[in-house]
């Protein structure tokens, strides 16, 4: 999958993250959570995860968790992925 424009899901609101795909040359991870001490590395792994399923290959990807299951990670992570590689 090729990223080529900015693209987000999700909301600020509790028990949800919000997510942003941007264009890149590698894959990065930005995770900003209260919880980081406790879930940070989850969080990264399950969107690395998410990226490897994607074929992913050049993106940025911001995370704002405000207390999100993994699976509102994993939906939030796909739409934003599917947002940011339509063209037009």
């Given at each position: 999958m090729k990223i080529v424009k900015t693209a987000a899901a999700g909301t600020?609101?509790?028990?949800?993250?919000?997510?942003e795909v941007r264009p890149g040359n590698a894959v990065s991870v930005e995770v900003e959570?209260?919880?980081a001490a406790q879930f940070g590395q989850a969080i990264t792994q399950t969107t690395r995860h998410m990226?490897?399923?994607?074929g992913v290959e050049g993106a940025h990807?911001?995370?704002?968790d405000r207390g999100a299951l993994d699976c509102?990670?994993?939906?939030?992570?796909?739409?934003?992925?599917?947002?940011?590689a339509r063209e037009g």
């Open positions: 600020l609101e509790s028990s949800d993250v919000y997510v959570s209260a919880v990226l490897d399923e994607f990807v911001f995370l704002k509102v990670i994993r939906a939030r992570v796909e739409t934003a992925l599917r947002r940011a």
